[in-house]
């Protein structure tokens, strides 16, 4: 695999990427409320439902996502769900007051729903197929498509997609340090709810 074509596809795939959506904004508003230690099982859920996406699109199975259609907005459901349930949860999170909140510490059940949930959001959304089936072509040749370049190109994008969202939490995680006060993780926790209620919601109403 040229060095070139794997630049060119980490460039386009960070300004994909970057762009605010369900899995973006449930990143931040899951740091905000709960820290960064609770995005990273959510952040890997994410990157493991697009690993599904691209060895679709590496295996031509576009028609999974019709084949599968009532799987799907099952999945959508509780992806969105859950999302909704972390938002009610972040409402009512304890206040530790003038210090840095504290957070339960996690648990390997805690954890592996927090996995599922950012797995869901992303296998929730047959949209994303669609974007890697018309998007990797444009880079290569996916007929002709080895396995050591399928591995690097699905290394280069999930690489990509880890960064971009890791480094969202993290941004959100130092704007929640410069908010100290009992009010303002109070407004922080509830204006990080609204935003997790609302894209589970979005994600629910999807067609």
């Known amino acids: 695999m040229n060095i070139y074509v ?3 596809l980490a460039l386009a795939s960070f300004i994909w990427m970057a762009a605010p959506g369900p899995g973006v904004f449930a ?6 409320a709960f820290g960064f230690r609770s995005t990273v099982p959510f952040i890997l859920g994410i990157a493991c439902g697009d690993l599904v996406y691209i060895l679709f699109a590496f295996f031509g199975l576009a028609m999974i996502a019709s084949v599968l259609g009532d799987l799907f907005i099952v999945i959508r459901w509780a992806g969105g769900a859950y999302l909704i349930y972390l938002g009610i949860r972040a ?5 530790a007051g003038a210090a840095a909140p504290t957070v339960a510490p996690a648990t390997r059940s805690s954890d592996m729903r927090t996995f599922l949930g950012g797995l869901f959001l992303t296998l929730g959304n047959p949209k994303v197929i669609i974007f890697y089936l018309s998007f990797l ?3 290569t040749d996916l007929g002709q ?3 050591a370049g399928g591995a690097a190109i699905a290394a280069t994008m999930l690489g990509v997609l880890i960064s971009v969202l890791v480094g969202y939490a993290l941004t959100a995680q130092q704007v929640r340090r410069i908010f100290r ?7 922080l926790n509830r204006t990080a709810g609204t935003v997790m209620i609302g894209a589970g919601c979005a994600v629910i109403a999807k067609t």
Do not use: H, K
């Open 6 to 8: 794997l630049l060119s």
């Open 27 to 32: 990143t931040i508003a899951r740091s905000i």
């Open 91 to 95: 409402w009512r999170q304890p206040i």
């Open 137 to 139: 072509p444009t880079f």
């Open 145 to 147: 498509l080895t396995l």
């Open 181 to 187: 006060t009992e009010r303002a993780n109070r407004v």
